[in-house]
Structure formats: C-alpha cells, structure tokens
C-alpha cells in the first residue's frame, strides 16, 4: 500500500498571500489529521476530518481551514500569512477516527514565509 | 485541557547502552492511549508503541518498552540496546493528539 502523500514537499511565499497543502491518505484510511510541526513546540494539532465533516479542531486562528472530500483527500488552507507560519505541516490518516488509533504520518510540507 | 510535558530537549545514548525517555501528561479522564512517536531526520514519523491506560501492563515491543504510572500521570520510554538507527525525534502524544514538545535522541558509536 502506498503510504500518505503530501504535496508539495516545499513552498515558499509571502506575508500576506495564501496557501493550499494537499494530503492523501492511505487507501482506506478514512479520517485524516493535520499537525503543525515547529522547533520546540513540537506537534500541534489542527484538524481532524471523517467523512468530509471535521470532529475537531485544535486552537488555531480562522486563518487556518480544512476540508476532506469524498475520496477521504484533504486540503488546508492557510489565509493572510504571516511569518509565524512558516514551519512543517504535517498529515496523517487512520483507518477510522478515535484516539486509540495508530496514525500513518506523510513526509510533511515545509512552508517558508517570507 | 490535556497537556503532554517531555522534559528532555536532548538525550545522549551510546550505542548498546538503555536511554529512558521521559513524559508527563495531565488529564482528567480515566480511559485513554497514550503513544511514542519516532522521527528520525527527514524522514516520516512511524509509531514506536502504544499503551492503554486501563490495562496496568506495560507495552513492550522489542528493544522498546514503556513504564506507564497512571498515579502519578508518567509515561517513560526505554530503549534498550540502543543502536545507531535509533537517533531520532522522539514525541510522547495522548490520545493520539496531543504530543509534547520532542526528545531529540542522539547515539554515539
């Protein structure tokens, strides 16, 4: 089975403009988690998506929004960057929702802001 | 709100030695999972194990276990043998959404 796919790997934009991160999760795996990775913070969780609804959301500005579509994919959108922004972002899926499921991590997509 | 603590930045192993890593989490709830997570440089993060929190067993898998006090909300890392792949970011995380801050471990030949 292929594993979770992120695309891109890189991005580099600028204060103020807005972004798209793309995750694929393993094939059957329907919930999909988004983390945002930086140095000494560790994860910080931003959404969880289960068919297309999301259960949960971790304490993040508006800028920050998600979707899942009906393949189990999903986007975030990050609006208006600014520079605290920049860090890895990271996606991982599971086969159903809950907390005693395992995650299968992607690669992430680092983003600059400049 | 749950809050997962790691209290190691950075921890140094030589190679076949054991390394405990540490982790504190605050909760309310009685029924929970807590997980170790590795990430080793550039690569993906894979889980290292997994621990519910009513059975009072320990999780082992291989050359990894776990010491879960439930009391005392402490849920620590042993690595035993450590070897050179080991060397990695290591997350403690509840439930399997909040993680801690990281333990970055390194292993010395």
């Known amino acids: 089975k292929a594993g979770v796919t992120q695309t891109p790997r890189y991005l580099i934009k600028t204060r103020g403009q807005q972004v798209t991160l793309s995750c694929s999760p393993i094939?059957?795996?329907?919930?999909v988690s988004w983390y945002q990775q930086t140095p000494g913070q560790g994860l910080q969780f931003l959404f969880e998506y289960f068919s297309e609804t999301q259960r949960n959301k971790g304490n993040f500005p508006g800028r920050f929004s998600g979707r899942q579509f009906s393949n189990s994919r999903s986007e975030m959108n990050v609006s208006t960057l600014e520079l605290g922004d920049s860090a890895l972002y990271l996606c991982a899926s599971s086969p159903q929702p809950g907390r005693s499921y395992e995650q299968y991590f992607g690669p992430g997509t680092r983003l600059t802001v400049t | 709100a749950q809050t997962v603590t790691q209290s190691q930045p950075e921890m140094s192993v030589q190679e076949a030695e054991t390394v405990t890593l540490s982790c504190t989490y605050d909760t309310s709830e009685s029924d929970y999972y807590l997980f170790w997570y590795k990430q080793p440089p550039s690569r993906q993060m894979i889980l290292v194990i997994r621990q519910e929190a009513y059975k009072q067993q320990n999780a082992t898998e291989n050359r990894f276990s776990v010491n879960f006090q439930k009391a005392a909300k402490s849920f620590s890392l042993k690595i035993s043998d450590s070897q050179l792949g080991d060397a990695a970011m290591y997350f403690c995380?509840?439930?399997?959404?909040?993680f801690g801050a990281g333990t970055r471990l390194t292993v010395k030949p």
């Open positions: 995380a509840f439930n399997d959404m909040r």
């Open positions: 094939s059957g795996h329907r919930s």
